[in-house]
């Protein structure tokens, strides 16, 4: 009886303490993760009084993880070192906008080619974010080389955004297009005075006349010495005779004056030069079927123009006013 009455005694002490532990026992809790937008953090299950495991960073587009925090504004940030939880607890992600950047991209000339990414302001770059880019000739062009923010001539290549960038594509320039503060009026080509295989020069032609009728000379027949023809020579007829006549209103001073486009080197083209403008008048435009000066004197009476009609060139007096003018510039 007394074996009988131990064993009961023991079953009841172990059974109380049983309960007894049992009060003092807490269940676990669980910890939430909210990334507030970000990629998705699986929930934790925490023992009471224990800490929660720092979970793998979420991500986020165009934004920086900067930690865990006890409230959506992200005021009190949770320290997974020493924090322990003892009721359920959602965390939640603190994020800091990246720097972004712009990338603008340009053709030279207007009508060259095209890019990709296309022509125009391309925001919301990531800091160094690595971008490709490729220059699209036009039809019977070439891509020449990059200028801006990237210099060579590698096509496609890519571009580093650390910083607002503006990349360039050139491209071979054509007759016709807007270049240079005017219209690409002539293209020189092999044999030309001043022809480089490597880099191409001509002249630009401003985009309207003018004058529609202006004389050559400035009040008296002098012979000035401007009587070079070839291409190339033009800018120097024009200085001559600025220089040999002085002030006044006539045809080369006025293109010796002129400011347009952003350029003030504008001249009077030469008898060969002006020809060259007859020739392209059309991909040039503006010019009217009537004749235009030249700066290359005939004589003391005379000065060369052409009639753009029919293109003959011919000596017109020099106090000629029904004459016009368009100036052109070298590149």
Known sequence: MLKKRN??????????????SSCFLKPPVMVTFDSQGGSAVDSQMV?????????????????????????????????????TVTSDLTLYAKWTANPTYILTMEVNPTGGGTTNPAVGVHPGYE?????????????????????????????PTTVTMNAHKTVTANFELAVGDSYGGGIVAY?????????DANVQ?????????????????????????????????????TTTIVEKQGAGSYAAKLCHDLTVGGYNDWFLPSKDELNKLYLNKVAIGGFADFN???????????????YFNFGDQNGYRKDNTPIRVRAVRAF
């Open 127 to 155: 800091e160094n974010q690595v971008v490709s880019i490729t220059a699209i000739p036009a039809t019977d062009r070439n891509f020449l080389n990059w200028s801006g923010a990237l210099t060579g001539s590698v096509n």
């Open 187 to 195: 293209i020189l080509q092999n044999g030309d005075p001043g022809y």
């Open 47 to 83: 023992n009471h009084g224990e800490k929660a495991t720092n979970p793998t960073a979420p991500t986020k587009t165009g934004y920086t993880f900067s930690g865990w925090y006890e409230e959506p504004g992200c005021t009190n940030r949770w320290d997974f070192d020493s924090a």
């Open 7 to 20: 064993l009961l005694f023991l079953s009841l002490l172990i059974l109380g303490v049983l309960l007894l």
């Open 201 to 237: 020069h001509g002249l630009i032609a401003a985009t309207a006349d003018q004058s529609t009728g202006i004389q050559w000379w400035n009040g008296s027949y002098v012979v000035t010495g401007a009587t070079a023809t070839a291409i190339g020579t033009g800018q120097a007829n």
């Open 292 to 306: 235009y000066w030249s700066s290359s004197e005939y004589d003391a009476d005379y000065a060369w123009g052409q």
